[in-house]
């Protein structure tokens, strides 16, 4: 899978990232990330890193992300 999210914090400051990610078993998955940019705090930040996923049940999932950031 591939897509872009949008990260919103409780202060409005949004963070842009693109995601690659694939099957990693039965409800799970795994992959990379890079961060694009966002709004406030986010606003010129870069990073990358990996990720993974467990679904737990309908509608819930356990995310863990590891990786590095700068901010310009």
Do not use: V
């Not at 990232?17 to 409800?27: E, P």
């Not at 961060?35 to 679904?55: H, M, V």
């Amino acid at each position: 899978m591939q897509g872009y999210s949008i990260m919103t914090f409780s202060n409005g400051d949004k963070r842009f990232a693109k995601f690659d990610g694939k099957i990693a078993g039965k409800g799970k998955w795994e992959g990379t990330y890079t961060d694009i940019g966002g709004t406030g705090k986010f606003e010129r930040c870069k990073g990358e890193g990996t990720w993974k996923t467990q679904s737990l049940g309908p509608g819930i999932s356990h995310i863990e992300a590891e990786g590095e950031r700068t901010f310009k």
